[in-house]
């Protein structure tokens, strides 16, 4: 059964950081990309960042960029996500996803919740 | 920036024809790809590369395609199908990857 498990949400106050972790099962996590989606409470997708199959490439949506930053740990077929300096507009719920040109498929989401 | 932009809703009767489209300058040159939502749950893929059906989708759902914009069709619309959907593809260079504002299906 193909499984991904986000977790590490939680609440953070303004100017925060949290490391967000995705544990992935069922399918080969070596030999694909994986992304970071999020949503906002009420609103639409929003990709977040994509990571190569090595690592060696790394793409981030320009609200997050210079903030987040997207690994991976193959051996663990682990995502993460270090999100530094968070903002209010960082909450939402984060999932991760694997990418075969879409998104396919999806954890169940963690919720961020950034206020003070 | 690159956009897409989807209608925020669409409405329909059981069994009539949804349609949602999906407009994009960059959308000649990438493929789209539609997802479902439904409230509380995880997006779900619907459609890849315009018109392929992952398995297990049922048959009722279909993309298309013609020049700057893409469309998911609902044949048979049933109740369950009420849900959020989007469209998502990719900017011209092929690096990152863009979503539509959702379209909100409400079966009538």
């Known amino acids: 059964e193909v499984q991904l498990v986000e977790s590490g949400g939680g609440l953070v106050q303004p100017g925060g950081s949290l490391r967000l972790s995705c544990v992935v099962s069922?399918?080969?996590?070596?030999?694909?990309?994986m992304s970071w989606v999020r949503q906002a409470p009420g609103k639409g997708l929003e990709w977040v960042a994509n990571?190569?199959?090595?690592?060696?490439?790394?793409y981030y949506a320009d609200s997050v960029k210079g903030r987040f930053t997207i690994s991976r740990d193959n051996a663990k077929k682990s995502l993460y996500l270090q999100m530094n300096t968070l903002r209010g507009d960082d909450t939402a719920v984060y999932y991760c996803a694997r990418v075969e040109g879409g998104f396919d498929p999806w954890g169940q989401g963690t919720l961020i919740t950034v206020s003070s | 920036s690159y956009e897409l932009t989807q209608p925020p809703s669409v409405s329909v009767s059981p069994g009539q024809t949804a349609r949602i489209t999906c407009s994009g300058d960059?959308?000649?040159?990438?493929?789209a790809y539609w997802y479902q939502q439904r409230p509380g749950q995880a997006p779900v893929l619907l459609i890849y590369?315009?018109?392929d059906r992952p398995s297990g989708i049922p048959e009722r759902f279909s993309g298309s395609r013609s020049g700057t914009r893409v469309t998911l069709t609902i044949s048979g619309v049933q109740a369950e199908d009420e849900a959020d959907y989007y469209c998502?593809?990719?900017?011209?260079?092929?690096?990152?990857?863009?979503f539509g504002g959702g379209t909100k299906l409400t079966v009538l």
């Open positions: 590369k315009d018109s």
């Open positions: 960059s959308l000649p040159k990438q493929y």
């Open positions: 069922g399918f080969n996590f070596t030999t694909s990309w």
């Open positions: 998502q593809s990719t900017d011209s260079s092929g690096t990152y990857k863009i």
């Open positions: 990571i190569k199959q090595d690592g060696s490439e790394r």
